[in-house]
């Protein structure tokens, strides 16, 4: 937004901006803030930073964890919630050192950094283009507990069908039925403008939406998908997106979570990766006359990306939670291979992009509970791997299968490598495959150790934890 100390204190002083607040992505991909007075904020501020304990972000030993952050001004918005006129920026994790502080090698915003140079050092293009889709529910009610002797969750909202029988309140009876909200008009789609607000507030914000609709799942699941950019960028403007739509939401009496596997028995959110690269201006991924329209150099990426699936999976669907959604029969992939407008494909190649600078495949095992600086360089850094090695999918067994999987016989589909069942498998692979990250040195050796084991604590804690269904299957033996 800002290209000097001097545009930023204009603009505060032409806005009655009193407030000037930073946000900063922990490891795990929160956003935490810190926030000062507009006259606080000093030529000093962008030269040296903010001090933190880095060791609250995940990032540094409480023995060692003083860092600081120095505001990118670039990213710059108004923050349309805050009573108090407030600025909003995203801070850069820096090391204190003498005699000048320098970039925390473990910083994701520094890792999205590294691995666009690291393409660009490649010579195999200049920039990749990525377009998430954002899907999410939004619930009226939601409480749960995790006590030793009281555990469960509850979720309700009105359009859902466990509630076409209330008669409490009064009941018009459009309900959506179990799996099918898709594209469903109102009167059942009553978030249609809750949806429209929030896309306006994110056009309002620089980001640039493509479409929104209802999602699969009935008790009110949205998609909403934005325009391409990089890997930096589009970090940025997820984390943005995020924190727009759940306060828009929150503002509303509503909540919004973009929890992998919310509910049983429903569609998950994930979040589906657009990628495509260009080198002088011109598409590197279309070739007329190859498969789907597909370059070689395409072809190659998308081997780099299955090759390497497993590993990715640690960082791009990074919960426990996340492995309830990579399940047979929503529409979520389990299978490692690709194909053209195959949605049980890790990778699909949509058959409606057919012009060269259109042309493109998603990576649809991801989901949004990813820190996406990680997870969007680390996509990157599978495909670059892939062309580098010239990792050919088909000769490698991983299709295209332009069939339904799920209806493979049982000894077809069990030629067909799967995804991880669980985090822990997902983070076996990382800690077998993970040299293709190093390269170009994007990404340090001690994250992924870090992210390792914070990730082998989640799972050892909710393995730890008696379930519910437990007490239904085992309580009476």
């Not at 960028?233 to 979570?257: C, H, P, R, S, W």
């Not at 260009?278 to 299955?306: C, M, R, T």
């Amino acid at each position: 937004m800002f290209g000097s100390y001097e545009d930023v204190m204009k603009f505060c002083t032409d806005n009655q901006i009193q407030m000037i607040d930073f946000k900063m992505i922990d490891l795990l991909g929160r956003w935490r803030h810190l926030t000062i007075p507009t006259i606080r904020f000093t030529p000093d501020t962008l030269e040296y930073g903010i001090g933190f304990d880095g060791s609250n972000y995940g990032y540094a030993p409480i023995e060692n964890s003083d860092m600081v952050f120095i505001p990118d001004i670039t990213t710059a918005v108004c923050d349309p919630f805050t009573e108090v006129p407030t600025l909003s920026m995203i801070g850069d994790v820096f090391v204190i050192a003498q005699p000048k502080n320098y970039r925390f090698d473990q910083d994701p915003r520094t890792i999205a950094t590294r691995a666009e140079k690291y393409l660009q050092s490649t010579g195999i293009a200049d920039e990749i283009r990525i377009g998430p889709e954002y899907e999410f529910y939004v619930f009226d009610q939601v409480s749960y507990e995790c006590l030793p002797n009281r555990t469960g969750f509850i979720i309700d909202t009105e359009q859902a069908i466990w509630n076409s029988g209330e008669n409490a309140c009064q009941n018009l009876g459009y309900k959506i039925p179990l799996k099918g909200g898709y594209h469903i008009t109102p009167p059942q789609d009553i978030l249609y403008d809750l949806r429209s607000r929030m896309c306006l507030l994110l056009e309002d914000n620089n980001i640039a939406v493509k479409y929104h609709h209802h999602e699969v799942g009935g008790p009110g699941q949205i998609e909403i998908e934005v325009e391409f950019g990089g890997i930096k960028e589009m970090a940025d403007k997820t984390m943005l997106a995020k924190y727009l739509i759940k306060n828009l939401a929150f503002q509303e009496g509503k909540t919004v979570t973009f929890m992998p596997k919310p509910l049983y028995g429903e569609a998950g959110n994930g979040m589906h990766v657009h990628m495509h690269m260009f080198k002088d201006g011109k598409p590197v991924f279309y070739d007329k006359d190859g498969y789907s329209q597909l370059s070689q150099e395409a072809l190659y990426f998308i081997g780099g990306l299955l090759k390497h699936a497993p590993a990715l999976l640690a960082l791009t669907s990074p919960t426990t939670n996340s492995y309830k959604r990579l399940v047979p029969g929503y529409e979520a992939p389990v299978s490692v291979c690709f194909a053209t407008a195959n949605r049980s494909a890790v990778i699909r190649v949509p058959a409606y992009a057919k012009s060269p600078a259109q042309k493109r495949f998603e990576f649809r095992s991801s989901d949004a509970s990813c820190n996406p600086y990680l997870a969007f360089a680390a996509l990157l850094m599978a495909g670059i791997d892939g062309i580098l090695n010239k990792t050919d999918p088909t000769a490698a067994g991983f299709g295209p299968y332009d069939i339904n999987l799920y209806n493979l016989p049982a000894e077809e589909q069990a030629k067909i490598k799967s995804l991880p069942k669980n985090l822990d498998e997902a983070l076996d692979a990382l800690e077998a495959d993970h040299d293709f990250l190093l390269a170009g040195g994007v990404f340090p050796e001690r994250l992924i150790e870090t992210w390792i084991a914070a990730k082998r604590k989640e799972t050892r804690q909710v393995n730890d934890q008696p379930h519910p269904l437990e007490f239904e299957l085992y309580y009476d033996l």
